[in-house]
C-alpha cells in the first residue's frame, strides 16, 4: 500500500474529487482528514464517507469549517494531531466555481471564490508546511489546481486566478519548503463532472463541445485524479517536486 503509516488532510473532500482521493488515499493505507464546509448535506456526505474508509479498513475523521478562514488550516492540522499523531500529506483541494460574466462580476462573487480558492488554501498549506517542519521527516503538498492556469474563460475570469495561484504558489513553495524535505506539486484537472460544473454541463452543446475537445473522448471522472495524487503523495515521488500534473484526457495540447 502506497500511503501505509501516512496521514492525509485533504480539503473539500465531502463531495467530488476532493471524496475520490480521500477514498483512494484510504485504500492505500492512508489515515484521513476530512475538511468539509460543515453545511448540514456536507456533514451527511462525510458520515457515509467515514463508513467507505472504515469499510476499506482505514480511519477518518472529519472537520466541517470555511476553507475561505485563514484559521481552518490550523484546524485541520490539529485535528489530524490529534486523532492520528502526524499530517504527512496535505492536499488543498476545497473550491467554488459560480460562473459568472466579467463585466458585471458582483464583489461578493470575486472575493468568496479567491478566499475560498487561495487565500484560505495559503493559510492552510503553511499550516501543515508548519507541522511538517517540526516532524522532521518530510511530507507531500499537493495543490487542485486546473487546466484553467493556464487558459482562460469567459465566466470564469475571478476563478482563473485562483488556479494559476495556486499552481505558483506550490512553485514557490516547492523551493520555500525544499529544504525540510517537503515536497510541493500541483494536480490540474480538465473537465470532470461534478457538481461544481452540473449547471454548465447540462446545456448538451456545451457538453458535447467539451467532449469533442478531449483527445480520450469523454470527460472526466472524480476517480481520474485519484491515482495522480496518491502517486504525488507517495514515496514513488520523492524526487518530484514544483511539478505540475495535467489530468485532463489530452484537453491542454489539442488546438486542432
Ligand atoms: N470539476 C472540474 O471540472 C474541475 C475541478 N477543479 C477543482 O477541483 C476542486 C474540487 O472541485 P469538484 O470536486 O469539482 O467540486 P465539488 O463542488 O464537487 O466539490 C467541492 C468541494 O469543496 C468543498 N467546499 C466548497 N466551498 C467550501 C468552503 N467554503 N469551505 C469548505 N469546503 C468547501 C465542498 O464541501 P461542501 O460539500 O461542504 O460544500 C466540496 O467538498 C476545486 O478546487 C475545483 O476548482 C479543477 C479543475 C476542473
Ligand atoms: C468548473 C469548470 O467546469 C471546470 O473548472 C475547471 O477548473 C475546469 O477548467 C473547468 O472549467
Redesign the pocket.
Known sequence: MLLADKTVII??????????IALECARQGGKVVI?????E??KL??ASLIQEIEQAGSRAVDV??????PD?GSKLVKAAVEAFGSVDVFV??????PFHAFLDMPREVYY?TV???LN?AYFAVQAAANQMKEQGRGGSIIA?????ALVGGAMQTH?TP??AG?LSLMQSCAIALGLYGIRCNAV??????????KDDLADQEKRDYMIKRTPLGR??E?DD?AGPVVFLASDMARYVTGASLLVDGGMFVNLQ
Do not use: F, M, W
Not at 466541517?64 to 478562514?69: F, P, W
Not at 488543498?92 to 466555481?97: E, L, R, S
Open positions: 480539503t473539500g473532500a465531502s463531495r467530488g474529487i476532493g471524496r475520490a475538511g468539509h464546509s460543515g453545511s448535506p456536507s456526505q462525510v466541517g469549517a470555511d476553507a475561505a478562514d481552518t488543498n483541494n476545497a473550491g467554488i466555481c468568496k478566499d475560498t480558492n484560505g487542485v489546481s486546473s487546466i484553467s476563478y485562483t488556479k495556486l490540474l484537472p480538465g473537465t470532470i463532472e461534478t457538481d461544481i460544473n470527460l472526466g472524480p485524479l
